[in-house]
């Protein structure tokens, strides 16, 4: 099961309410296998192929924060402004965050559902996030306890939904690597959802992309294996590399 088809089953109607009416959701909309239909079981609608196509062609350009391709003789581009019209994400410039916002991100989150870990990998957020919806599952008794109490404060279902859309955030539109730990500012961020939805993500996530994309440096790798004599080229090993961000928008756009 994907993240977005996993969020849509375990949140209820009251959670799913609050989710849409985040920054990210508008996601909802969409089906799961749309945006993970290799997690869901289902064809996976990411063009891997095409997305290598487009940057065996790209061009080069003095542009800062664009990709242009050519294709079939048409120069085609990929910007900030093309992941805008794609994702609906926010995407002006990121802000600095002030000394009195940063006073008032708190690690609630991350010590009730995370044993207040100092460092908590993607799996720990999947532990954490799947655990609120089953009491004593991975928790302590101290945990138990704190949880019962927002549980009482009618918090625990709206901690659900933060959880929810750095696990979103994380899983999806940063897909980011596994092994790595999530960002401590992300988990803190969110508990002031008002500060977490104004926050321009897109232009947070387009970054990542771009360097991402701009790491792979396929032309001058294909015209090195190329120039290799026929007797030193390996037959049969693809190229193979991961893409951080969001790169189902690229492929989109273009």
């Given at each position: 099961?994907?993240i977005?088809a996993?969020i849509k089953?375990k949140l209820?109607?009251?959670e ?8 990210f959701?508008?996601?909802l909309?969409?089906?799961p296998e ?7 079981g289902?064809r996976?609608?990411?063009?891997g192929q095409?997305?290598h ?11 800062k924060k ?5 294709v079939?003789?048409?120069p085609?581009r990929?910007s900030?402004?093309?992941?805008a019209?794609v994702?609906g994400l926010?995407?002006?410039?990121i802000?600095?965050?002030?000394t009195e ?7 609630r989150l ?6 207040g870990?100092s460092?908590?990998?993607q799996?720990d957020?999947i532990r954490g996030f ?7 599952e991975?928790s302590?008794?101290k945990?138990?306890r704190?949880k019962?109490?927002a ?6 279902r709206?901690?659900?939904?933060k959880v ?12 980011a690597?596994?092994?790595?730990n999530?960002?401590?500012f992300y988990?803190s961020?969110?508990?002031?959802l008002?500060m977490?939805?104004?926050y321009p993500?897109?232009?947070?996530v ?5 360097d991402?994309?701009s790491s792979?440096n396929l032309?001058?790798k294909?015209?090195?294996?190329l120039?290799k004599?026929?007797e ?5 090993v693809?190229?193979t590399?991961?893409l951080?961000g969001?790169?189902?928008?690229f492929?989109?756009s273009?």
């Amino acid at each position: 099961m994907g993240i977005l088809a996993e969020i849509k089953e375990k949140l209820d109607d009251w959670e799913l309410d609050l989710f849409r009416r985040s920054c990210f959701g508008h996601f909802l909309d969409l089906e799961p296998e749309w945006l993970e239909g290799g997690k869901t079981g289902k064809r996976n609608t990411f063009a891997g192929q095409l997305v290598h196509f487009l940057l065996l062609r790209r061009m080069r350009t003095s542009k800062k924060k664009e990709m242009w391709f050519l294709v079939e003789g048409k120069p085609a581009r990929f910007s900030l402004t093309e992941f805008a019209m794609v994702t609906g994400l926010h995407c002006s410039a990121i802000p600095k965050i002030s000394t009195e916002q940063s006073l008032r991100l708190k690690n609630r989150l991350r010590d009730l559902y995370f044993e207040g870990r100092s460092q908590i990998k993607q799996d720990d957020l999947i532990r954490g996030f799947r655990s609120m919806f089953n009491e004593g599952e991975g928790s302590g008794k101290k945990e138990k306890r704190k949880k019962k109490k927002a549980a009482k404060r009618g918090q625990e279902r709206e901690d659900r939904v933060k959880v929810a859309l750095v696990y979103f955030l994380e899983g999806v539109l940063l897909s980011a690597d596994a092994k790595k730990n999530i960002s401590d500012f992300y988990l803190s961020m969110v508990d002031d959802l008002a500060m977490f939805n104004a926050y321009p993500w897109g232009s947070e996530v387009y970054d990542l992309m771009f360097d991402s994309l701009s790491s792979k440096n396929l032309v001058a790798k294909y015209k090195e294996r190329l120039a290799k004599p026929k007797e030193k080229q390996v037959s049969g090993v693809k190229e193979t590399y991961t893409l951080l961000g969001f790169p189902f928008s690229f492929q989109v756009s273009c």
